[in-house]
């Protein structure tokens, strides 16, 4: 199947089974093994990775070879690799939100005491979230899970993440996809600093005296802001009792989507519940039910706000973005043409307006039933993570390794992408 794909050390391939989309690894067993079993606990521990299916073995061809054991899991829906997000390039506000995707999981992975190991763009997926990204964690075979991590463990991940992060930025900038204006150096470097910022918010310790008191709830209501609920505090005072010690012990990740979860059913990512809160909070204020109970006034809103908008899209067009995104967007660009007319416009209509204007010129993000083969034929042709035709009589073209079926420089198809000729002739001459 011709579906975006990450770089990988090993062969992975995506297969359809019914409506399910599976992605599937080829790897050594004991691996095979232990990754499975370490996807299982970050599903179990509801942190942002794939979820595994199970392990194949005893494997053979058709020439009765033994083959590699395979790894299966679900194929994220609407998640990208970070080569088809840069594939377009894009935009510095862009790649900022990418930082800050990445720079959360990995705090998330840590706060569970999970050591990565192999922390790279490459290994993550980004699924779309209100205008930002939220990263899911898709190679776990270096993994290590413990009770809790330690500073050196942790500055262990952080080493490997600027060597990996910093190669692939790199591998960006030499390929036209990063934008002139960002440093990959300087890349790494806030990624590195945003994620000690993040964790000292998390798990830091601050000391104030009795008299500001207030401060306990405003530690807590900043990490409800970055999007996390804090279970339990570890608040401690001096003999005197004067100083005041706080700092949390247990945060868990998620307090926006937890509640809307709770109040509607929808399971969607934070900054998308954040954003839906949001909505059904000004809803609630127009119809003058401040005094109403929470989930009563939530359910009005589901029916008259959230599902009009998502039957406003033709099923042809269901595939283009997931739900709640695309009520974000229908959101965001209500918005824009309220501040064209000077007055606000009815949800309905700016509905109406974002799939005419809009959404039908949006690529599809998830695979739809049936879609698969009116995909196209692939972007680039010489990019195996822009994904490729299966085909049991050959195998994918490698620029490195088939030096003899290379494709002339001079066919038009090959000068538009990497001429790899080129590259090996300077590299024999230097």
């Keep these: ?163 990996n992060l910093y190669g692939e930025f790199c591998d960006l900038e030499a390929g036209g996809l990063l934008d002139e204006a960002l440093d990959p150096l300087i890349l790494v470097e806030t990624i590195e600093n945003r994620y000690r910022e993040l964790w000292a918010e998390l798990t830091g310790v601050e000391e104030f005296d009795g008299s500001e008191m207030h401060r306990i709830e405003s530690r807590v209501r900043r990490l409800n802001a970055l999007g996390f609920d804090v279970a339990e505090l570890d608040i401690t005072t001096d003999f005197a009792g004067s100083t005041i010690r706080i700092q949390p012990k247990v945060v868990d990740a998620g307090h926006h989507s937890r509640r809307l979860i709770r109040l509607t059913g929808l399971d969607t990512e934070e900054n998308q519940a954040r954003r839906l809160l949001n909505d059904l909070d000004s809803f609630r204020a127009r119809t003058d039910q401040q005094n109403a109970d929470e989930s009563i006034v ?8 959230f599902e009009p908008v998502l ?24 918005w824009f043409l309220s501040e064209q007319a000077g007055h606000e416009v009815p949800l309905r209509e700016a509905a109406e307006s974002y799939v005419t204007t809009v959404l039908h010129r949006l690529p599809d993000e998830a695979l739809a039933l049936g879609g698969v083969d009116t995909m196209g034929p692939l972007a680039n042709p010489y990019d195996p993570s822009q994904g490729f035709e299966d085909d049991d009589d050959s195998k994918p073209y490698d620029p490195w390794e088939d030096g003899a079926q290379a494709p002339d420089a001079d066919e038009p198809d090959a000068r538009e992408y990497l001429d790899i000729a080129a590259l090996r002739g300077k590299v024999k001459g230097g």
Excluded: C
């Excluded at 990418?98 to 990995?106: F, I, N, T």
């Excluded at 979230?129 to 330690?150: C, M, N």
């Excluded at 359910?299 to 706000?305: K, R, V």
């Excluded at 099923?315 to 967007?329: D, I, V």
């Design 1 to 163: 199947m011709a579906l975006p794909r990450g770089i990988s050390r090993h062969v992975v391939r995506f297969v359809r089974v019914g409506t399910e989309v599976y992605a599937i690894k080829e790897v050594i067993e004991h691996l095979a093994m232990h990754e499975y079993r370490l996807l299982r606990d970050l599903n179990r521990l509801d942190t942002p990775s794939v979820e595994p299916v199970g392990v194949v073995t005893s494997r053979f061809d058709a020439d009765g070879d033994p083959l590699d054991p395979a790894l299966i899991t679900k194929h994220l829906q609407f998640s990208l690799p970070y080569r088809s997000l840069f594939s377009r390039g894009v935009r510095q506000d862009t790649v900022n939100r990418l930082v800050d995707a990445m720079v959360v999981l990995l705090a998330r992975v840590h706060l569970i005491g999970f050591l990565w190991g192999d922390v790279s763009l490459s290994n993550t997926l980004f699924r779309r979230d209100a205008g930002a990204f939220a990263a899911y964690l898709v190679d776990a075979e270096t993994g290590e899970l413990h009770d809790t991590l330690t500073n050196g463990q942790r500055e262990h991940d952080l080493t490997i993440a600027r060597t």
């Design 298 to 305: 939530a359910h009005q809103w589901l029916t008259e706000q």
């Design 311 to 334: 039957a406003a899209v033709p099923r042809e067009l269901g595939s283009k973005l997931e739900p709640a995104e695309l009520f974000h967007e229908v959101l965001e660009h209500r």
